[in-house]
């Protein structure tokens, strides 16, 4: 028996990270994208010289890792620059996911990721899950969790409306309410899922 394989994804500050604590706390293993592309933006690992080989030696600082926020800085404001960035480093992250799933032999396997579905992951997932809320909420999350505002519509604005996220998905889950309609949310998943 293998694990489930279950893709997490939605917009800047949409919920998905919450969605993905809930889930964890229910007992799935969650990795998170970010997290694998922080490994593989260490000195020497795949994606920081796949960085450098695209940017030059400017997006890597004096230990020869990535320094997200100059390369930040040219990938979220050049949308050529940002996919050439993407298609370098999306193999290594579904490679790395791969791994990493093949090692669980039973329940639930979560990559929770930005851009899941523009990406290509989505065809490798067993169920595919967006977070959705409102624009106008989602910008005023951003910019209190301590982003500026001119750059949480950078984001935004890079990320797209989410038509794409919402049509590959089997389940979409609405955060427009508090916590406690979340979480509901969340358990009718979880139950739903496990009874099939």
């Not at 999306?90 to 396997?109: D, K, N, T, Y």
């Amino acid at each position: 028996m293998s694990a489930l394989r279950l893709g997490l994804t939605g917009g800047l500050a949409s919920g998905k990270s919450t969605v993905a604590r809930l889930l964890a706390e229910r007992g799935a293993r969650v990795v998170d994208a970010d997290r694998l592309v922080a490994e593989l933006y260490r000195a020497g690992e795949p994606g920081a010289l796949a960085a450098a080989e695209l940017f030059g030696p400017r997006v890597l600082d004096a230990s020869g890792a990535v320094d997200r926020e100059r390369l930040a800085e040219i990938v979220f404001t050049d949308p050529e620059a940002r996919l050439r960035l993407e298609r370098a480093v999306h193999p290594l992250v579904r490679e790395r996911f791969a791994e990493i799933a093949r090692g669980a032999a039973e329940g639930v396997v979560v990559l929770e990721a930005t851009l899941l579905v523009e990406a290509g992951y989505a065809p490798g997932f067993d169920r595919v899950v967006t977070v959705e809320a409102d624009p106008k909420a989602r910008l005023e999350r951003a910019v209190a969790r301590g982003m500026s505002e001119a750059e949480a519509r950078r984001r935004l604005a890079a990320q797209g409306d989410g038509a794409p996220r919402r049509a590959a998905a089997d389940t979409v889950i609405r955060n427009d309410g508090d916590l406690a309609a979340l979480e509901r949310q969340v358990e009718d998943f979880w139950r739903t899922l496990h009874q099939r």
